[in-house]
Every structure is written in C-alpha cells, then in structure tokens.
C-alpha cells in the first residue's frame, strides 16, 4: 500500500513501518551525537566560569594597582601594608595585605580572598609629593638600594599587587616560605606581571615601578 495515496492523514506510524523514519540505529546515532554535545556543555561551563573569575580578577588587579598609584600622587607616599585582613596599613609592614581600608577601596580578588601587597619601604615614609619625588630619585640613581623586585630583579618596583589565584595560595617565588601568604617573613623578589599559569604557579601579579612613578610625577 502506498500511505501517500490514502485520504487519512499521514501517521508517523506510516513513515516507520514504510522504513522511512528513523531505525533504531539512526535514533541511537542521534542519541549518542545529543550525549556528546551535553558532555561538552558540562565541560565548557566550568571552563568559562574559571575564564571569567581570571578575567575579572587581573582587571581589578589592574584597578587597584590605578588605585594606589593615585593614592601616591594625591598624598606623597605610598600606604605600608597591612598584618592582617583588615585592610588597615601597619607601620613598620613593607609586605602582606593590601590596606585596602586605607586606600578606601574593596580588597578581594573575584575568588573572595584579600589580595597581598608589597612596597619599597623608602616610598612609605615621606610626607609630600617632593619629598616622595627625591626618594624615588634617590632609588634610581642607587644613592638609596631599591628593595622590591620583579621578574628576577629585572623590574625595581615600587609597589606589587597580588591576587593568590585560583588555588586560593601564593605561590612561589611570590611565598617563599610555602605558607600561602605574602609576609614580611617572604623575601623582596616576585614574579613577573602577566606571568603566565602554570600547573605551580596561578597568581595575578601587577607592578608599578619606581621610573615609572617618577614619570608620573614630572
Ligand atoms: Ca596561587
Ligand atoms: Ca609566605
Ligand atoms: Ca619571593
């Protein structure tokens, strides 16, 4: 019988029994093709989501590396860090927590941990714009030794901004100590800006250096 040729209206029965619709075969192919696709969109998600905290924590790495620069400009030094997570600078502490209270900003990183901070001591101390002018001088021309460092010791910093990363921990060569944290009980030698992740290292770095606010200041 030719289904085609009848009055009634065509069932999906008509197409299956004529062998036109889907085989078993066919189904389980479609099946299997819906399967993958849904195992890709689990695997992607995560992915994205972890895409998207990086992205977000190295703009505000970004923003409050901005933040700190303006803080110098506008005050004529720039904030110790702070012991603890309080966000207030502790005298005396050239490396730990952002003061993020101090500066009046927000201090976490988009995986909700405080982000670390660490200063060259001879920028904390001084009380104007040109008293901070003549000892970041001082620093480049080595009348006074820099002590903050980048990239091997090949950026002389003036300040360094952290984010622990994903893995919620610092990582060396940012700790030394492998507690986690950045403390004065870690040396003055970080990572380079930008680094890029590796299975031991997943921190977001940012520096200003001291030429580059001393340009600021002209
Ligand atoms: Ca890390
Ligand atoms: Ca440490
Ligand atoms: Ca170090």
């Known amino acids: 019988m030719n289904v085609f040729c009848t009055n009634r209206p065509i069932r999906a ?15 389980a192919f479609v099946l299997v093709i819906i399967g993958l696709l849904l195992g890709m969109g689990a695997e992607l ?32 030094r720039l904030p110790y860090a702070s012991n603890n997570t309080d966000g207030s600078e502790n005298s005396g502490t050239y ?17 909700q941990k405080t982000l670390f901070y660490a200063v060259d001591p001879h920028l904390t ?19 006074h030794s820099p002590s903050l460092f980048c990239d091997s010791g090949n950026i002389q910093a003036a300040f360094i901004v952290i984010s622990s990363g994903k893995n919620l921990r610092a990582d060396p060569p940012n ?7 950045i403390t004065n009980a870690d040396n003055n030698h970080f990572e380079k800006p ?11 770095l940012d520096a200003v250096s001291i030429t580059y606010l001393y340009g ?3």
């Open 13 to 27: 029965g008509d197409i299956l029994n004529n062998g036109k619709g889907f085989t078993l075969i066919e189904l």
């Open 45 to 76: 998600l995560p992915m994205l989501i972890k895409q998207n905290k990086l992205k977000e924590t190295r703009s505000i790495v970004k923003e409050v590396k901005t933040a700190i620069t303006g803080y110098a400009l506008a005050t004529g």
């Open 95 to 111: 490396t730990g927590y952002l003061p993020y209270a101090t500066l009046g900003i927000s201090g976490n990183d988009s995986y």
């Open 125 to 143: 101390g001084t009380a104007s714009t040109a008293e901070f002018k003549t000892a970041l001088s001082e620093l480049i021309n080595a009348t």
């Open 175 to 181: 700790d030394d100590n492998n507690n986690g944290t």
């Open 194 to 204: 930008g680094a890029p992740e590796t299975a031991s290292y997943d921190d977001v």
């Open 216 to 218: 600021r200041l002209e």
